[in-house]
């Protein structure tokens, strides 16, 4: 008697014979288990998108790209993080380890946003959205992006429509209060009258 097994169409079956040359032979095929073949878990990476220094309204009005990393090399995934996915997305199916050989070497998956050249931005770079700059940083998978807001520098007189101080009431010093966008800042500035 002699064994073999053979895949007929996709499925396992084990061939035996019997028999001789004078009787002749019979071929009896059994089919077998199935066979499953060993797949890799998967494992998935949701990213968010955390802005600073910029009001709710005005970030709704921004978009990103981020380009998935595994293992430190780029990918070819990207999502787009916007208001219409609530600056959130998820790459899914994504290969726990890339083979199952007995040495369980995890993939690590890491993002970084991306410039409108596809080039991948590391933490501290500056990115230009619109009019607006920002300098990208990264917690994990959250993208954060922080409102380079440069300062600028104020300067004013105080007109004074009282015939040159006819009536000698004028102060010797006056105080200035910084508003911003209709909000007291708390600074103030004293000039002496000159």
Do not use: C
């Not at 959250?142 to 009282?162: A, S």
């Not at 909000?183 to 500035?189: C, L, V």
């Amino acid at each position: 008697m002699h064994q073999m097994t053979l895949s007929l169409m996709g499925a396992w079956y084990r061939a035996t014979t019997s028999g001789s040359m004078d009787a002749g032979f019979t071929v009896t095929n059994k089919k077998s288990l199935t066979f499953t073949p060993m797949i890799p878990a998967t494992t998935k990476l949701t990213v968010s998108k955390e802005w600073s220094g910029l009001s709710q309204a005005n970030a709704n009005n921004q978009s990103v790209t981020v380009k998935l990393f595994k293992n430190g090399v780029a990918t070819s995934q990207e999502k787009i993080l916007d208001k219409d996915n609530n600056f959130k997305a998820t790459f899914d199916n994504l290969p726990d380890t890339d083979a199952v050989n007995g040495v369980n070497t995890k993939n690590v998956y890491t993002v970084k946003e991306v410039d409108a050249d596809g080039n991948a931005l590391n933490a501290g770079d500056k990115i230009k959205l619109g009019d607006k700059e920002f300098v990208v940083s990264y917690d994990g998978a959250k993208v954060k992006n922080t409102l380079v807001n440069p300062k600028i520098k104020l300067e004013g007189d105080k007109v004074w429509n009282d015939a040159n101080n006819q009536d000698g009431i004028r102060p010797d010093e006056v105080t200035v209060k910084l508003i911003a966008n209709g909000i007291d800042t708390g600074k103030t500035s004293q000039r002496q009258q000159g």
